[in-house]
């Protein structure tokens, strides 16, 4: 029977809503059996991060050649940095009939919908922008200026909603970490995406 694709995973939602907590909670889990795709990026690493781990950091010069040789999948400028999903990496993966999750912002999401439709995408909300905001703040990694800033884009970012399949609430991350895999689950058993192998298996093939 031939192998089926891995399915292509995409958490997106606004800044400050906590798709990095939930991500490393995903991936902290025993059970998780999809594959994180690590980004490249020209923001530089915060305290405790790690190049090849968090992200890989590069510089402008070294992402926009990213770009030109069309190593990326999609990319986008977020607050004045490069962030991009290196396409290699992705395809090899869904090749293998592994899934692969990304954790990115609203435009690169944009870009994906177009280019590979038949991934899933999920939005990650916050319960308000006043909790962004105060989470935002509490983190204490960003000046208030950025965290402003942030802030206005993830106004934005949240009227971007209507380009998603599913829309999970961060009231709690385990919570939110339930629901992803419930949704990943109930995805893999969506007919249009089984029906290919049985008619293959019909076929004998
Ligand atoms: P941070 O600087 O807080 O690590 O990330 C800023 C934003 O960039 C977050 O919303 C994060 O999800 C997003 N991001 C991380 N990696 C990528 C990527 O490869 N592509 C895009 N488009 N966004 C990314």
């Known amino acids: 029977m ?10 997106s939602g606004p800044s400050g809503v906590g798709k990095g907590t939930v991500r490393k909670e995903l991936f902290s889990q025993p059970n998780t059996n999809y594959e994180y795709s690590i980004s490249a990026t020209t923001r530089l690493p915060r305290e ?29 400028e977020f607050v004045g940095n490069y962030y991009g999903t290196p396409l290699a990496y992705v395809n090899e993966t869904l090749d293998a009939g592994r899934d692969v999750f ?13 280019k590979a439709p038949d991934a899933l995408f999920i939005f990650l909300a916050p319960p308000s922008i006043t ?12 000046p208030a200026d950025v965290i402003a800033r942030r802030v206005a884009k993830a106004k ?5 909603m209507s380009l998603y399949d599913y829309v999970v609430e961060n009231d709690e991350v385990h919570n939110a970490c339930d629901r992803i ?10 007919r249009e995406r089984v029906e290919k192998r049985y008619i293959a ?4 093939e």
Request: net charge negative; aromatic share 4%.
């Open 131 to 142: 909790a962004l905001q105060d989470r935002l703040e509490g983190r204490g990694t960003e």
């Open 181 to 190: 895999n419930a949704i990943i689950k109930a995805e893999h058993c969506r």
């Open 2 to 11: 031939s192998k089926e694709r891995g399915l292509l995973i995409v958490l």
């Open 156 to 160: 934005e970012e949240v009227e971007m």
């Open 48 to 76: 405790g991060e790690e190049d090849g781990v968090d992200y890989f950091f590069k510089t402008r010069e070294a992402f926009e050649a990213l770009i030109e040789e069309g190593g990326l999948l999609e990319h986008a």
């Open 102 to 114: 990304l954790e990115i912002e609203v435009q690169g999401a944009a870009q994906i919908r177009k």
């Open 201 to 204: 298996m019909l076929k004998g």
